[in-house]
């Protein structure tokens, strides 16, 4: 005979149950499964999290976004899950959003901003605390994003911005423009006169603030920005500006800079199969400082930006009252995929 509790087995487990499971207050063992603000002591919520996994309860995300105006649910927008640089954002969101009690949804955009309307549009009849808009943003802002956006703060939740927001909007500050411009003057320090720039189409406005970063440093290091080619801001992206690049010919001691690592990764397959020499004859430089930068040969001169730290400020933005952006330190890692010209 099964003498396992009735609940567990047939997942019937309410609040209460649990409460009495672990000697608290309905109250309390509110507070530590629906994600209250409020301050429980350890031994309680080890209690409380103990005697729900014994019972097998789980919280009714729907019935909690109805009976509180708002769940404990926090939504991720990506352009592209496979790109490391949304992933390591993941890492930070899911971080603090299991300190807070919160779960996390994630969802890609394709950089599409009907897609993102219709995502928003359904995410708004969770009622969630937090939607996190971490991929770039367009100059030019889209009617029916910024109406979901606007319906979202009308139900009480929060949307944050990565990078430059509406003024409504709480954003995360990245400084592409200063860590890019740090990047230029450094590889013209380098002895470099010369770069090639892929980059995104126009509008977007990390890739455009990265682009004029660079050229203002490179440029006033004494060197000149021969070319700009433009393809989708992905890995194959890259391989397509590269190939454009390489066909109008690309000098030898030449900077190629990827306005991201991912496009660098693209980049970086098309001059091999080309027969160029990365570190040799030519010279590449990508952005944000994903793990593989490290990994690929030459390794990667990049501007690293602290991801994960990006995606733990984005739910503290979210869920808190009162929030101070903090500031995010960019440094640049010269690598040898950009060795000093000699």
């Keep these: 005979m099964n003498d396992q509790p009735r609940s567990r087995r047939y997942g019937t487990a309410t609040l209460i149950d649990v409460a009495n499971e672990a000697g608290v207050s309905l109250a309390t063992a509110s507070r530590v499964l ?72 994630i969802a890609t955009t394709g950089r599409d901003p009907q897609r993102e309307a219709a995502l928003l549009r359904v995410l708004r009849g969770q009622r969630p605390r937090g939607v996190i808009l971490a991929a770039s943003r367009m100059a030019a802002p889209h009617e029916a994003v910024q109406m979901e956006i606007d319906a979202i703060h009308g139900n009480g939740g929060r949307v944050i911005a990565l990078g430059p927001g509406a003024a409504e909007l709480r954003s995360v500050v990245i400084d592409n423009w200063g860590g890019a411009r ?5 590889l013209a320090e380098r002895g470099y006169r010369r770069a090639v720039v892929l980059a995104a189409p126009r509008g977007l406005i990390t890739t455009d603030q ?22 989708p801001f992905t890995r194959e992206g890259g391989a397509e500006s ?47 400082d994903i793990p593989a930068a490290e990994d690929v040969t030459p390794a990667l001169t990049s501007v690293h930006i602290p991801l994960e730290e990006v995606g733990y400020q984005a739910v503290r933005a979210a869920i808190d009252s009162e929030w101070t952006p903090a500031p995010l330190r960019m440094e640049v890692h010269l690598r040898a995929s950009t060795p000093p010209v000699s």
């Design 34 to 105: 629906n994600g209250s603000t409020r301050k429980v002591a350890d031994s309680y919520r080890d209690k409380v999290r103990a005697a729900a996994d014994r019972l097998g309860y789980t919280v009714n995300v729907s019935a909690q976004a109805v009976a509180s105006g708002g769940s404990a649910l926090i939504a991720l927008l990506v352009a592209d899950i496979a790109d490391p640089y949304f992933a390591q954002v993941a890492a930070g969101v899911a971080r603090g959003a299991d300190e807070a009690g919160h779960l996390v949804t």
């Design 210 to 231: 990265r682009l004029a970063g660079f050229t203002d440093g490179f440029t006033a290091g004494g060197g000149v920005v021969a070319a700009v080619h433009r393809a």
């Design 182 to 186: 740090q990047l230029g003057l450094a």
């Design 242 to 288: 590269m190939r454009a690049a390489l066909a109008e010919g690309i000098a030898p001691g030449t900077l190629v800079f990827a306005l991201s690592d991912a496009v660098a990764m693209g980049a970086l397959r098309e001059l091999r199969d080309a027969g160029r020499i990365v570190g040799g004859d030519v010279a590449l430089a990508g952005f944000d």
